[in-house]
């Protein structure tokens, strides 16, 4: 079994910064890309970073030029910078792993809060 542990959420100002973690432990499989979703009250979860093998990342618009993900494969650890953040920003973050096989494992997630 493979499980994902998110942490870094809170509450925060608008202008601020936070940075997730998301560290993956149990049977690992090789790992073919990581990402961060979020899912906001009321909101569909969507896909706003990932990070591939090759560390090749791909961005979501709304957070392009504010968030940074990067992965540290020696310790099987994600992570999401977060920079700028606005009330829009607020919602549920989760971390998502898929194997080189096409499997999804999935965090709890993390709440972020933004005041304004």
């Known amino acids: 079994q493979v499980q994902l542990v998110e942490s870094g959420g809170g509450l925060v100002q608008a202008g601020g910064a936070l940075r997730l973690s998301c560290a993956v432990s149990?049977?690992?499989?090789?790992?073919?890309?990581m990402g961060w979703h979020r899912q906001a009250p009321g909101k569909q979860r969507e896909l706003i970073a990932n990070i591939a093998r090759d560390t090749t990342t791909t961005y979501a618009d709304s957070v392009k030029g504010r968030f940074v993900i990067s992965a540290d494969n020696a310790r099987n650890t994600a992570f999401l910078q977060m920079s700028r953040l606005q009330p829009e920003d607020t919602a549920t973050y989760y971390c998502?792993?898929?194997?080189?096989?096409?499997?999804?494992?999935w965090g709890k997630g993390t709440l972020v809060t933004v005041s304004s």
């Open positions: 998502n792993s898929r194997s080189v096989y096409g499997l999804d494992y």
């Open positions: 149990g049977n690992i499989i090789p790992i073919r890309s």
